[in-house]
């Protein structure tokens, strides 16, 4: 895995006169495998008179049509050294849901603690629903719910009174709507009829499901949960799942962290994949899909002329080494092209169309195991 | 999101001026029940209340010897209202501090231990309006304390002893109402003595994740403080000791008021304050929240 990563901006400091994020420059270049995730030249064209999110110039909402969030060589490095998120340029359209996936300790909570302003980057800069951070913490945060690193809360109040206390803090909540709004949160994630009980003497699902009744206190623009589903078993699972999508229906923009890539497999749309602090891929679920399209894969003796046929019959990403040839097989059958490179002379020793799962991809992209280049 | 949409949108618009003044009472509030209904310091508050009683109970039963014991005990038996003073000077030199110490400790690095703090950041409360409730908070926990303090000695001096009129310290006697009235101040000179010590309780606490670590720091501190008050060596350094002009309201008591000493009382407890105070604000403004 090159240390490439997939994003705009690649390579240069963040940058922020003039050069307009935008998601489909990200997109263009979301990179295939990872091995394959060079990033294509181009992106993230300077559009000259047109104020970017980064321009400064665009009010709080000119940003929202395309990015809810933004983030240019994101990086945060520890006191004591430690390189927990490196670089990192997200791209979170507006409206979609975005899946935060990486194994643990790749930099998911950092990521997301420095969005929210909790702590600060040692290089770069975001943006969040179109304003600069942290300049404009205060304005935007009353719009953004969300869930930092699992549920904390009062352990002698009730799930109610816990909704109290932080629609209290809130700098912006009415106290004369803070009832029905408290209820109504209540009422989204099904604890209801729980909500006098202590917060101590409720169930892991529970306490997850209070902290994104949290994050539904107020009308929001953008939606950040950090691993909801973490701990949960199925059953929790599934109801967090269909919470997301509940929230997400309502127009929200919904970014949330998963190590898990079922989890997020099923209601994202879009997703960032962190490795050691990297985003190695960022991009639509189906683009993530297409990295695995089945891809034909000939052992011969004469690679180069197999090339040359491949390319011939306009077969994408044509790769090759001193054994084998190999294409995205698009459209085409395989006996079709076996047949074509026999009629052109190419002796096929093998012939193979292997389609890795998106779980394998996912371990292609992110490493095997915890932690362990952490 | 429609419904509350439609909640939001229902009252009449509140002048704009007035908003956010009531929305940091509404944060205030809720961190004056979150104080006030702990167990922990409700136990913490009926130990205060409880000394005083037994104070007045114990000089019933066995009135000390003249010129033993601390200030104003010889006159309780006189005059119940002295209990008030008497009771203040005791619990001034090591419970109310440590009571002040457990509230103070706790206050962010409570929210810090619990993960609370990173909530409230995000929902956003503000770092530094935060702070200011904060502060705010412990400045009455130290009034409920004395206060309570003094409200437990009175109900107390009333039952066990002949209450009248009150012999000052200068020799005048004043009606019972104006005693009263000199009781108050000296209970609100000691709660801004008790709010300087909360200060540095505060700033420790912004300083330290763990609760325990910022409360017993303080204690050290106020005892280190102490101490070092009692040490004549020293006495060139002792009116910049954070605990030297705690029982310092003699001038309270008498009659016309001598505020000499009670200014500069309250000099260094304003200094306490904003020194403390800059420093937890400088701290918790820039902090990275990990916890
Ligand atoms: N407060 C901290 N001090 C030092 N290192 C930290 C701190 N918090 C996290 N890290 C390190 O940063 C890396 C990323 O951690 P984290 O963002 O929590 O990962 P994730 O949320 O993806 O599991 C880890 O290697 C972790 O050990
Ligand atoms: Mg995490």
Redesign the interface.
């Known amino acids: 895995m090159s240390r490439d990563e997939v994003g705009f901006g690649q390579g240069k400091p963040p940058d922020r006169d003039g050069s307009a994020v935008r998601w489909s420059a990200a997109a263009q270049q979301a990179g295939p495998l990872a091995e394959r995730a060079v990033p294509r030249s181009g992106q993230a064209v300077p559009r000259s008179g047109q104020a970017g999110p980064w321009s400064g110039r665009s009010g709080p909402r000119a940003g929202q049509a395309d990015l809810a969030i933004a983030s240019r060589g994101l990086t945060k490095r520890f006191r004591r050294g430690q390189l927990a998120v490196d670089g990192i340029n997200l791209a979170v359209p507006a409206g979609c849901v975005y899946g935060f996936l990486g194994p643990n300790g790749s930099g998911k909570t950092t990521t997301i603690r420095m969005l929210l302003g909790l702590i600060q980057p040692t290089d770069g800069g975001h943006q969040l629903l179109g304003s600069a951070m942290p300049a404009g913490l205060n304005a935007v945060l009353p719009r953004v719910g969300s869930l930092v690193e699992g549920p904390a809360f009062y352990r002698h109040l009730s799930g109610r009174a816990n909704l109290a206390r932080f629609d209290a803090a809130d700098r912006t909540a009415d106290r004369r709507t803070a009832r029905a709004r408290i209820d109504q949160a209540l009422d989204r994630v099904g604890l209801l009829a729980a909500a006098g009980k202590h917060y101590r003497a409720y169930s892991l699902g529970m306490k997850q499901r209070l902290a994104i009744a949290v994050s539904l206190l107020q009308p929001r623009d953008l939606v950040i949960l950090d691993e909801p589903t973490n701990g949960l078993d199925p059953q929790g699972t599934r109801e967090v799942r269909a919470l997301i999508r509940q929230i997400a229906a309502d127009g929200v923009t919904v970014f949330v962290s998963s190590h898990l890539l079922a989890e997020v497999e099923q209601t994202c749309t879009h997703v960032g994949v962190m490795r050691t602090g990297r985003l190695v891929f960022q991009g639509t679920l189906a683009e993530l899909r297409d990295q695995h399209a089945p891809r034909i894969v000939v052992r011969t003796s004469q690679p180069e002329l197999a090339a040359k046929v491949l390319a011939d019959l306009e077969l994408a990403e044509v790769t090759s080494d001193d054994h084998q040839v190999s294409a995205l097989l698009g459209d085409a059958a395989p006996e079709q092209v076996n047949a074509t490179l026999v009629r052109a002379g190419v002796p096929v020793a093998a012939l193979d169309t292997p389609r890795p799962s998106l779980e394998d991809l996912f371990v292609q992209l992110t490493g095997e195991g915890f932690d362990v280049d952490g | 999101?429609s419904?509350?949409?439609q909640?939001?949108q229902?009252?009449p618009a509140r002048p704009a001026s007035l908003g956010?003044v009531?929305?940091w009472l509404?944060?205030f509030?809720?961190e004056l029940s979150?104080i006030f209904r702990?167990?922990r310091n409700l136990a913490m508050l009926a130990v205060i209340a409880a000394i005083p009683v037994l104070l007045g109970v114990v000089l019933k039963v066995s009135a000390p010897a003249a010129g033993n014991g601390p200030a104003f005990v010889n006159q309780v038996t006189q005059n119940g209202v002295f209990l008030t003073l008497a009771a203040l000077v005791v619990m001034l030199t090591v419970f109310l501090p440590l009571a002040v110490a457990v509230v103070a400790g706790d206050s962010v690095a409570g929210e810090a231990a619990?993960?609370?703090l990173?909530?409230?950041?995000?929902?956003?409360?503000?770092r530094t309006?935060?702070l200011l409730v904060k502060f705010s908070a412990v400045l009455v926990f130290c009034l409920a304390a004395c206060l309570l303090v003094a409200v437990a000695a009175l109900l107390t001096g009333f039952l066990l002893f002949p209450v009248g009129r009150v012999t000052l310290l200068s020799g005048t006697t004043i009606p019972l109402a104006d005693g009263l009235l000199r009781v108050l101040l000296v209970v609100l000179y000691a709660t801004a003595g008790l709010a300087a010590i909360g200060a540095i309780g505060l700033a420790l606490s912004c300083l330290t994740e763990h609760p325990l670590a910022a409360m017993a720091a303080l204690m050290v501190i106020v005892i280190a403080s102490e101490i070092a008050d009692s040490v004549s060596q020293i006495s060139a350094a002792h009116p910049y000791l954070p605990t030297h002009w705690l029982l310092s309201w003699d001038g309270l008591l008498r009659a016309p008021v001598d505020s000499a000493v009670t200014e500069h009382g309250l000099l260094s407890f304003a200094a306490y304050a904003v020194i403390f105070g800059s420093i937890a604000w400088a701290r918790l403004g820039?902090a990275?929240?990990?916890s």
């Open positions: 999101m419904t509350a949409d909640a939001v229902a009252g956010p009531l929305r509404r944060f509030w809720s979150l702990r167990p619990s993960g609370t990173r909530t409230l950041l995000t929902v956003p409360a503000g309006r935060l820039a990275d929240i990990t």
